[in-house]
């Protein structure tokens, strides 16, 4: 998708929800089960000390520019606390100067400086060092009467980067253990060809996003939480993107204060994806959570709590 060239794309509406897809000719994702991997690590530093090896290890093998989709809330913290250590001295300025960094969703609409906004957050984790040096940094906008307009624009700076080098994902529960991926919700309508879309949003999304805020220490007054709660609809990337990116690492580091991810987890790792392409794709539709395992380059890292039934 070039940039200027809104024709590259398509808009598709799937009841209340509008799904972008990309025009580009792009293969289909072969909807086939296999056994998720995953690691188990002692402590929560220890999976951002992963998370970062990951970022340093794949820049060390590639030439020019990276581009990375950051994952907001508790999940990424403690990578992000290494990186605004390093961004403070000049350890790393080569790499962060390679940076191409990308947000994964976002409430709509928001002001950039509401405390429950992800730049907001990721300011405050990474520190205005990191975003100095870093080569560009593109959320999605929302404080617009144009959603779709700016998602787009988002979407070419996106594929004008080259596309997603490492997209670093969390994993979010859903009633009767499904899960979410992004803000990709059960029953949305998201098919593999679907970029990124806008949905309505709902209490519970609401009542997640404000609560993982709050317990990751963000600094929220009483108007940020109002405008939050009055917010109206959901940017999220999609399917295509998730599938799309070289590279995934996730990390669930939180299911001492998230239980309901134990449950949501288990079923995600225990569902056998179905070898007929309408029935996987229903699978998906109910349980987004499983979009990941479709993709054959995932590094997942939980902690221990995650697997323990009655913790």
Request: aromatic share 8%; with cysteine; charged share 30%.
């Amino acid at each position: 998708m070039a940039a200027g060239e809104q024709s590259a794309v398509s808009k598709r509406v799937s009841g209340d929800k509008v799904w972008i897809r990309d025009l580009a000719p792009r293969d289909s994702f072969a909807f086939e089960d296999r056994p998720f991997k995953f690691e188990v690590l002692e402590t929560e530093e220890a999976v951002g000390r992963a998370m970062y090896d990951e970022l340093v290890d794949y820049a060390s093998k590639k030439k020019g520019d990276v581009s990375i989709v950051l994952l907001g809330g508790r999940g990424a913290q403690a990578m992000y606390k290494i990186i605004s250590a390093k961004s403070r001295t000049n350890e790393i300025d080569d790499l962060l100067g390679r940076l191409n960094i990308f947000t994964q969703d976002a409430l709509a609409p928001m002001r950039m400086d509401n405390g429950l906004s992800f730049v907001r957050d990721f300011e405050r984790l990474l520190g205005p060092e990191f975003f100095a040096k870093v080569k560009s940094f593109t959320p999605m906008f929302t404080d617009t009467n144009d959603l779709e307009g700016e998602l787009v624009k988002y979407l070419e700076k996106l594929e004008a980067a080259g596309g997603t080098d490492i997209f670093f994902m969390g994993f979010g529960p859903e009633a009767e253990a499904a899960s979410h991926l992004c803000y990709i919700k059960p029953r949305s309508g998201a098919k593999f060809d679907d970029v990124a879309g806008i949905i309505p949003i709902s209490e519970s999304i609401l009542e997640h996003h404000i609560s993982k805020f709050k317990v990751g220490g963000s600094n929220i007054s009483d108007d940020d939480e109002q405008e939050c709660r009055s917010a109206t609809h959901i940017l999220t990337l999609g399917p295509a993107a998730i599938l799309g990116a070289k590279r995934i690492v996730q990390s669930i580091v939180d299911a001492s204060t998230a239980p309901a991810k134990r449950a949501s987890f288990k079923r995600f790792i225990e569902t056998e994806i179905s070898s007929d392409p309408e029935k996987a794709a229903a699978q998906m539709d109910e349980n987004p959570g499983l979009w990941i395992r479709l993709h054959n380059n995932v590094r997942s890292l939980v902690l221990p709590d995650l697997l323990t039934e009655n913790a």
